[in-house]
């Protein structure tokens, strides 16, 4: 079956623009995760959803980043009026559900460069 | 939550068992340590779980010591492809979520 899957896989845009990052996670898995891995660090949790809801939006760096998540599916990232900081890889990842000890199946990335 | 400790890097010879120590001291009873490797240019991938006993599964094994401040991760027969960055994590109460935190890890580079 298919696997986590992101878009786009590469992204470089300037400063101050806005983009999205989207993830389709495995079909049945009801959460679904962020993360932003810049270079040569580990990496940093962003959110969360269990189905459409994000309980946990603790980690998002400031209010030009945000999130949504539709249909128990797919979810964009969306990072406003970017800037070079952001620049960094964006990973997805989805289990089955979010209050279990089941483990998380990772995308392979957005890699974003901000000019 | 729990922060983790590992060695910053390792060699490994092909063929023979990496160990790959993480120290958990503050690690609470309901805490579940999980092992996670991210292969250059990829995704991170799960490895292994536990809680208190050991586990084994077709990738690696867990020892976790009887006090659960520290466990190790046995790869047992190293290959090339098994060169990798790998994350020990303690994941938080089932109520926080599934968040998983990652440290620095241990970046292992399995020789010839």
């Known amino acids: 079956g298919a696997g986590v899957s992101q878009s786009p896989s590469n992204k470089v845009t300037e400063k ?23 270079l040569g660090q580990g990496l940093e949790f962003l959110i969360y959803f269990q189905g459409n809801s994000a309980p946990d939006k603790s980690g998002l760096p400031s ?51 901000v000019l | 939550d729990a922060k983790t400790t590992q060695p910053p890097s390792m060699d490994c010879a092909e063929g023979r068992a990496a160990n790959l120590p993480c120290n958990h ?27 208190k006993n050991n586990e084994t599964n077709e990738m690696a094994s ?29 994941r938080p109460s089932k109520a926080a979520g599934n968040k998983l935190t990652f440290g620095g890890g241990t970046r292992v580079l399995v020789k010839p």
């Open chain 2, 25 to 51: 001291s503050t690690i609470s009873g309901n805490e579940y340590v999980y092992w996670y490797r991210q292969i250059h240019s990829q995704g991170p991938q799960y490895i292994i779980h536990g809680l």
């Open chain 1, 63 to 113: 209010d030009r980043f945000s999130a949504e998540r539709t249909g128990e599916s797919v979810s964009t990232l969306t990072i406003q009026r970017t800037q070079q900081e952001d620049s960094a890889v964006y990973l997805c990842a989805s289990s089955l559900e979010a209050y279990a000890y089941n483990e998380q199946f990772f995308g392979p990335g957005t890699r974003l460069t």
């Open chain 1, 16 to 38: 101050g623009k806005d983009v999205e990052l989207r993830c389709d996670p495995i079909s049945g898995h009801t959460a679904l995760y962020w993360y932003r891995q810049r």
């Open chain 2, 62 to 90: 867990l020892i976790i010591t009887e006090d659960r401040k520290s466990s190790t991760l046995i790869l047992p027969h190293a290959t090339l492809r098994d060169t990798a960055v790998y994350y020990c994590i303690v």
